[in-house]
């Protein structure tokens, strides 16, 4: 497993990691998102060893990165943006290397077939790496960091410039991987991380905003009096007719879903249900409901949120996304 505990990096007067901590459990795939310039590759490399923290303490397996480097890093499989690979070399030799330099104490020939057919590299493995696609090459880099076995992978924006069908193939190799070892993974590509992560820790100026699953993100951080509905009918008495209700305190009008069909995003006075009297004002003037949900908020707008305030990313993406009526206003 991997603990940290009140880690801090400065450079000069700036904190670039600022007293974290966070713990990624045995069997645990943990997705570690930030936007630029947050911290997150700077907590990466203390964790690998690149660089020193300023204070606090990086545990792999137990053993501080700082204090025994040698032997925490025995426990990591590293596989960075760029896979640190050798194009003149064939992808047997290229292994053979990492082996001998890992100093690697298992069985030599079984313990690499192994890993090739875990990473599917069997076809080319006499293929020199410059040769390879760039689907095949992340998958040399992904061999790389499993020679040894080690407990833990750190894995850096692993699927970055794959095709549609190579990141599905790394996203199921991850989770597989996952089921036996402590897994790291930062992307910023969000459906990925929502897709292969058993948690998620935002970093945002160097502090830890938020440390839970994908779900329970969405959930606590969604207002429980936001509604989304999809009605049939004519959008402005719909949208007059929502305003009406009590406690119903502005509508947004969102996308066309069909003919006469809108999106409609409904905000009530916190701590109110108002779903009851909607369904009786739309269904007195026989206004079908074809869909009500609670406004839950995708990863994007969690991470939207937690990073700058705002799930909809600012006030202009708010204005174009919605129009907005305020209750007893004009469009």
């Given at each position: 497993?991997?603990?940290?505990?009140?880690?801090?990096?400065?450079?000069?007067?700036?904190?670039?990691?600022?007293?974290?901590?966070?713990?990624?459990?045995?069997?645990?795939?943990?997705?570690?998102?930030?936007?630029?310039?947050?911290?997150?590759?700077?907590?990466?490399?203390?964790?690998?060893?690149?660089?020193?923290?300023?204070?606090?303490?990086?545990?792999?397996?137990?053993?501080?990165?700082?204090?025994?480097?040698?032997?925490?890093?025995?426990?990591?499989?590293?596989?960075?943006?760029?896979?640190?690979?050798?194009?003149?070399?064939?992808?047997?030799?290229?292994?053979?290397?990492?082996?001998?330099?890992?100093?690697?104490?298992?069985?030599?020939?079984?313990?690499?077939?192994?890993?090739?057919?875990?990473?599917?590299?069997?076809?080319?493995?006499?293929?020199?790496?410059?040769?390879?696609?760039?689907?095949?090459?992340?998958?040399?880099?992904?061999?790389?960091?499993?020679?040894?076995?080690?407990?833990?992978?750190?894995?850096?924006?692993?699927?970055?410039?794959?095709?549609?069908?190579?990141?599905?193939?790394?996203?199921?190799?991850?989770?597989?991987?996952?089921?036996?070892?402590?897994?790291?993974?930062?992307?910023?590509?969000?459906?990925?991380?929502?897709?292969?992560?058993?948690?998620?820790?935002?970093?945002?100026?160097?502090?830890?905003?938020?440390?839970?699953?994908?779900?329970?993100?969405?959930?606590?951080?969604?207002?429980?009096?936001?509604?989304?509905?999809?009605?049939?009918?004519?959008?402005?008495?719909?949208?007059?007719?929502?305003?009406?209700?009590p406690d119903v305190e502005r509508v947004f009008v969102g996308r066309q879903i069909d003919e006469k069909v809108w999106e409609y995003?409904?905000?009530?006075?916190?701590?109110?249900?108002?779903?009851?009297?909607?369904?009786?004002?739309?269904?007195?003037?026989?206004?079908?409901?074809?869909?009500?949900?609670?406004?839950?908020?995708?990863?994007?707008?969690?991470?939207?949120?937690?990073?700058?305030?705002?799930?909809?990313?600012?006030?202009?993406?708010?204005?174009?996304?919605?129009?907005?009526?305020?209750?007893?206003?004009?469009?």
């Open positions: 497993m991997i603990e940290v505990r009140g880690l801090t990096k400065s450079y000069g007067s700036k904190k670039a990691v600022d007293n974290i901590s966070f713990t990624a459990e045995d069997g645990q795939v943990l997705g570690f998102l930030g936007p630029n310039g947050a911290g997150k590759s700077t907590t990466m490399n203390i964790l690998t060893g690149y660089i020193s923290s300023t204070e606090g303490q990086a545990l792999i397996n137990g053993v501080d990165i700082l204090e025994d480097p040698i032997k925490a890093k025995s426990f990591i499989g590293y596989l960075p943006e760029m896979p640190p690979l050798y194009f003149d070399m064939t992808v047997n030799e290229y292994l053979d290397f990492v082996y001998s330099l890992k100093k690697c104490k298992l069985p030599k020939k079984s313990h690499l077939n192994e890993i090739c057919e875990i990473v599917k590299l069997e076809d080319v493995r006499k293929r020199l790496i410059k040769n390879l696609s760039k689907g095949y090459k992340q998958r040399v880099g992904f061999a790389q960091a499993l020679v040894g076995n080690p407990k833990v992978l750190i894995l850096d924006e692993p699927t970055v410039g794959l095709d549609p069908k190579q990141i599905i193939e790394i996203r199921t190799l991850i989770k597989r991987l996952g089921r036996n070892h402590t897994v790291i993974l930062s992307s910023h590509i969000l459906p990925e991380v929502q897709a292969v992560c058993d948690r998620i820790v935002v970093i945002n100026k160097g502090r830890i905003v938020a440390n839970d699953n994908a779900d329970s993100l969405a959930r606590n951080l969604s207002a429980d009096h936001k509604l989304v509905m999809q009605i049939d009918g004519a959008s402005e008495e719909i949208s007059k007719l929502l305003s009406s209700v995003h409904i905000e009530a006075k916190e701590g109110t249900d108002i779903r009851r009297d909607i369904f009786r004002k739309l269904a007195s003037r026989n206004y079908p409901i074809l869909m009500m949900k609670s406004n839950e908020l995708s990863l994007e707008e969690v991470f939207l949120k937690l990073t700058t305030g705002d799930e909809y990313g600012g006030a202009e993406k708010t204005a174009e996304r919605f129009d907005l009526l305020e209750k007893g206003g004009d469009k």
